[in-house]
């Protein structure tokens, strides 16, 4: 009856048009009602927990990053230096905005990020050069939910802290899921692009390649920066968000010399606005969180997990399935807060590992923001890429096929997560 109480409040008050942190404290308060406990102070006291945490600091730094990178030309010389060495292939432009997310998915860690930053600048240069423009949204935005996979993923940050997991190791597993969702996307735009008659940009020299790598040397760095020192124990995942942020600001004041200090008020209120609505979601899903744990709601989903519980692969089919579903209806933060101190009692108990059960999750959750009506990176991708959602899903969907091919690679092997991760984290 309680789990009953709190998806339907939840649900109501979204329905009613309630905010997501909101209806969560809505469905918090409906369920201390039912209980017969209600009490001020519990959810007073729990919105303050939910904020105060150590982990959680890393996520308005790692956006601070983002958008020093954005102001300081970091983005810029990324997407020349890709289009320095594969310009000159027939679908060229394509394979540039795959390579460029692959790198921006390691400097941000954020999907609406990326996908915003790619899309202001390669889009109108692919529609000029004659790519379709509801296929090169699509790609865009289909690159874009790599971020929260590859490391520094703000999603894993969140999934590390609410279910115990730990965000090093969070981190280091997503890199090969990461990797193998930009190959899935290059064979996919390959196939797509063969007969394309669009503008193939002139071949660069040698010297041209060199000055450009040289131009985005600094940028390339950050990536290195960030993985080698979680995997070195240099720092933690929070201390890395203050280096990729002083980095960026560095390079975009001392060398790049883009950024000027007058810019600098409006970076970090546009890093604060960010930050302010993930950090308020996060407290909210707090009160949720411990008044779920109160109700004992992870037993009564057990219950009716129960069948499954004994054969892990079934029970990550089922919960692979219903996340699916979730991700249509609801976005990936929420989705990440809401369920899993619900899911990880279940999966611990079930025997799976909860590193690898956290990469399917954010994986999943990242599908999710594909998906109409909800999917925020499309709903971004639309507005930069001046199309409509119908159009944008007559692009996108070969690109939304291959990132639930590699979910269910992973799925029904998870080898291709675990074995890497034990390498990583020696």
């Given at each position: 009856?309680?789990?009953?109480?709190?998806?339907?409040?939840l649900?109501?008050?979204?329905?009613?048009?309630?905010?997501?942190?909101f209806?969560?404290?809505a469905?918090?308060?409906?369920?201390?009602?039912?209980?017969?406990?209600?009490?001020?102070q519990?959810?007073?006291?729990?919105?303050?927990?939910?904020?105060?945490?150590?982990?959680?600091?890393?996520?308005?730094?790692?956006?601070?990053?983002?958008?020093?990178?954005?102001?300081?030309?970091?983005?810029?010389?990324?997407?020349?230096?890709a289009?320095?060495?594969?310009?000159?292939?027939?679908?060229?432009?394509?394979?540039?905005?795959?390579?460029?997310?692959?790198?921006?998915?390691?400097?941000?860690?954020?999907?609406v990020?990326d996908?915003?930053?790619?899309?202001?600048?390669?889009?109108?240069m692919?529609?000029?050069?004659g790519?379709?423009?509801?296929?090169?949204?699509?790609?865009?935005?289909?690159?874009?939910?790599?971020?929260?996979?590859?490391?520094?993923?703000?999603?894993?940050?969140?999934?590390?802290?609410?279910?115990?997991?730990?965000?090093?190791?969070?981190?280091?597993?997503?890199?090969?899921?990461?990797?193998?969702?930009?190959?899935?996307?290059?064979?996919?735009?390959?196939?797509?692009?063969?007969?394309?008659?669009?503008?193939?940009?002139?071949?660069?020299?040698?010297?041209?390649m060199?000055?450009?790598?040289?131009?985005a040397?600094?940028?390339?760095?950050?990536?290195?920066?960030?993985?080698?020192?979680?995997?070195?124990?240099?720092?933690?995942?929070?201390?890395?968000?203050?280096?990729?942020?002083?980095?960026?600001?560095?390079?975009?004041?001392?060398?790049?010399?883009?950024?000027?200090?007058?810019?600098?008020?409006s970076?970090?209120?546009?890093?604060?606005?960010?930050?302010?609505?993930?950090?308020?979601?996060?407290?909210?899903?707090?009160?949720?969180?411990?008044?779920?744990?109160f109700?004992?709601?992870?037993?009564?989903l057990?219950?009716?997990?129960?069948p499954?519980?004994?054969?892990?692969?079934m029970?990550?089919?089922?919960?692979t399935v219903?996340?699916?579903?979730?991700?249509?209806?609801?976005?990936?933060?929420?989705?990440?807060?809401?369920?899993?101190?619900?899911?990880?009692?279940?999966?611990?108990?079930a025997?799976?590992?909860?590193?690898?059960?956290?990469?399917?999750?954010?994986?999943?959750?990242?599908?999710?923001?594909?998906?109409?009506?909800?999917?925020t990176?499309?709903?971004?991708a639309?507005?930069?890429?001046?199309?409509?959602?119908?159009?944008?899903?007559?692009?996108?969907?070969?690109?939304?096929?291959?990132?639930?091919?590699?979910?269910?690679?992973?799925?029904?092997?998870?080898?291709?997560?675990?074995?890497?991760?034990?390498?990583?984290?020696?």
């Amino acid at each position: 009856m309680a789990l009953g109480i709190f998806v339907t409040s939840l649900l109501g008050a979204m329905a009613l048009g309630m905010p997501i942190a909101f209806a969560l404290l809505a469905s918090g308060v409906a369920l201390m009602f039912f209980l017969d406990m209600f009490d001020t102070q519990i959810v007073a006291q729990n919105l303050i927990n939910g904020a105060d945490n150590f982990p959680l600091m890393a996520i308005p730094f790692f956006i601070l990053a983002g958008e020093l990178m954005n102001q300081g030309g970091i983005s810029k010389r990324i997407i020349t230096f890709a289009l320095a060495f594969v310009g000159h292939i027939r679908g060229g432009l394509g394979y540039v905005a795959i390579i460029a997310s692959l790198i921006f998915a390691g400097l941000s860690g954020s999907a609406v990020a990326d996908t915003a930053a790619l899309g202001a600048i390669l889009i109108p240069m692919m529609v000029k050069a004659g790519y379709d423009r509801n296929r090169s949204t699509g790609l865009i935005a289909a690159g874009g939910i790599i971020a929260p996979v590859l490391p520094p993923s703000i999603p894993m940050i969140m999934f590390g802290v609410t279910g115990g997991v730990s965000i090093t190791q969070l981190f280091m597993a997503g890199i090969v899921p990461g990797i193998l969702m930009g190959v899935g996307l290059t064979i996919a735009w390959a196939i797509i692009s063969r007969k394309s008659e669009v503008e193939v940009f002139p071949r660069n020299s040698a010297r041209e390649m060199w000055n450009a790598t040289k131009q985005a040397f600094w940028a390339l760095l950050l990536p290195l920066i960030i993985i080698g020192g979680l995997r070195g124990g240099i720092f933690t995942p929070t201390e890395a968000a203050v280096v990729a942020a002083f980095y960026a600001l560095f390079v975009g004041v001392v060398i790049y010399r883009e950024l000027k200090i007058s810019q600098f008020f409006s970076v970090l209120v546009a890093a604060s606005k960010t930050t302010s609505v993930v950090m308020f979601l996060a407290a909210a899903a707090m009160v949720s969180a411990w008044l779920i744990a109160f109700a004992n709601i992870p037993a009564q989903l057990s219950d009716l997990l129960g069948p499954f519980v004994e054969h892990p692969l079934m029970l990550m089919i089922v919960i692979t399935v219903l996340v699916m579903i979730i991700g249509t209806a609801m976005d990936l933060t929420p989705t990440i807060l809401i369920l899993t101190p619900v899911l990880m009692p279940i999966v611990k108990e079930a025997g799976i590992d909860p590193v690898y059960f956290g990469v399917l999750f954010v994986l999943n959750n990242c599908i999710g923001l594909l998906t109409p009506p909800v999917g925020t990176v499309l709903n971004v991708a639309c507005g930069v890429g001046k199309i409509s959602m119908e159009e944008i899903m007559k692009g996108i969907w070969p690109f939304l096929l291959v990132h639930t091919l590699v979910l269910l690679l992973l799925l029904f092997f998870p080898a291709i997560v675990t074995v890497p991760l034990q390498w990583l984290i020696k």
